[in-house]
């Protein structure tokens, strides 16, 4: 990896008075390590979530029709979906956008299910390494389909790289300040924002979805130099035993074995103190569960569904612009823990489940007037979502001690994907029913 945060601490000890007499070097040597690993961690939330949120973003294009091998410069001008029923008044494609949800869940679901119980027997470096070729791999696989079974493959590796980056990532960051958790839950927000933002501008622009996925292979590029250029070797959590607790913290991180059981770190953990911990998390895993199955139930269960016909846009760039907006909002709120911080995250839950209900019964009653509504609905739905996400990862890492935080990190990741799991469960049936009414 990059420079070494610690490494002027042991050369003031072999140094002795001539180095403590002229401390600026460290400091600024520490000033350094603090924004390098700033920003690597904004960089590594930012890279591991963009391809999980750009297939989202194209989930209407990958259901809505094959690619045509003669036409893929320019974006089809524009692919009409085919109704289950020619009598529906929604504009339905045959196959929920849940489905592209489900791919892109489900695998990340398996990883963050079993992560806990053995994942750390696999040093870090392996990790990352597999994270970046599964993105690279999505955005290949997903541009050169040419139909909707290889896409949904390409979906399942953007899933396996987000999956296994996000918990490897927190992971990581209970060898480093607690102050990385606000810089990586930005970076994811910046992925959705950027992820949904630039699939929406490049296709807008004229550009093919197959080019415009090519495009972005650069991003898993930008992860792997994140980690092993970016990242400074983390500090020791442990102020009374410097020497041991930074060897604990690099051995994962540059190790080619399995690290050793040290102190601070969770690998020695018997499975009786895993649940221990585990059950003592509970009243923040399960407020972001509620979150996330609102918000994913709303974004792959009715996006497709709240379609307005009395506005310019089409009907695939109305689904881009609802996902540009809620991850435009999920940014704004994940970037927001140094001037909000939110301790009971079960207020969270409730709000976004009005959400839910409002837009359920909007699909059903058809009673909210303009598209632009719909617009603020969603925006402020993202601002629950990444409001939700930021402050149950501060507040585990607050309240948990420091032997226990990497495993704690590593547990509670299985919140969010649990919830969306469960919401593309339910959209599925959800779709086929509201698709067949006349």
Not at 189 to 195: C, M, V
Not at 209 to 232: D, E, K, N, R, W
Request: aromatic residues 10%.
């Amino acid at each position: 990896m990059g420079g070494r945060a610690g490494s002027w601490r042991s050369l003031s000890d072999s140094e002795g008075e001539e180095t403590a007499s002229d401390p600026q070097p460290p400091l600024l040597d520490h000033q350094g390590a603090h924004w390098k690993n700033a920003v690597g961690f904004w960089l590594l939330g930012l890279c591991n979530n963009f391809s999980y949120v750009v297939m989202l973003s194209a989930a209407h294009d990958i259901l809505s029709h094959e690619r045509v091998p003669g036409n893929q410069s320019h974006v089809d001008p524009g692919p009409t979906p085919i109704p289950l029923n020619s009598s529906s008044r929604f504009d339905c494609n045959s196959v929920s956008t849940a489905a592209v949800l489900l791919a892109d869940i489900l695998p990340t679901f398996g990883i963050k299910l079993l992560a806990p119980l053995g994942l750390h027997m696999l040093p870090y470096s392996p990790r990352v390494l597999i994270s970046g070729l599964c993105a690279a791999g999505s955005f290949i696989l997903v541009a050169f389909s040419h139909s909707v079974g290889t896409s949904l493959c390409g979906v399942v590796l953007a899933s396996i790289s987000s999956g296994l980056g996000e918990v490897t990532f927190l992971s990581l960051t209970a060898f480093y300040p607690r102050a990385v958790i606000s810089w990586w839950s930005s970076g994811t927000g910046g992925a959705g924002l950027l992820g949904a933002l630039s699939y929406l501008g490049l296709t807008q622009a004229g550009l093919s979805p197959q080019h415009t996925l090519l495009s972005m292979l650069g991003i898993p590029v930008v992860l792997l130099a994140s980690y092993f250029l970016l990242l400074t070797s983390p500090e020791p959590q442990d102020p009374g035993g410097e020497a041991e607790a930074e060897t604990a913290a690099r051995q994962p991180l540059i190790g080619t074995e399995a690290p050793e059981s040290k102190p601070g770190c969770s690998s020695g953990l018997s499975l009786q103190e895993r649940w221990t911990v585990f059950k003592s998390l509970l009243q923040y895993i399960l407020p972001l569960v509620l979150v996330y199955f609102a918000e994913y139930f709303i974004n792959q269960g009715l996006f497709e569904l709240l379609f307005f016909r009395n506005t310019s846009l089409s009907h695939a760039q109305q689904y881009r612009w609802y996902q540009m907006l809620y991850q435009a909002g999920v940014f704004a709120s994940r970037s927001s823990l140094h001037c909000c911080r939110i301790h009971y995250t079960w207020a969270l839950a409730m709000l976004q489940c009005l959400n839910l209900a409002i837009l359920l019964a909007d699909t059903w009653f058809s009673f909210l007037p303009s598209i632009y509504l719909v617009f603020l609905i969603i925006l402020y739905e993202g601002l629950l979502g990444g409001a939700a996400y930021v402050n149950t990862f501060h507040n585990i890492a607050l309240e948990t001690s420091n032997e226990h935080r990497e495993f704690a990190m590593a547990a509670a990741c299985i919140s969010d994907t649990l919830g969306i799991s469960l919401s593309g469960l339910l959209a599925l049936p959800l779709h086929d029913f509201l698709c067949h009414l006349s």
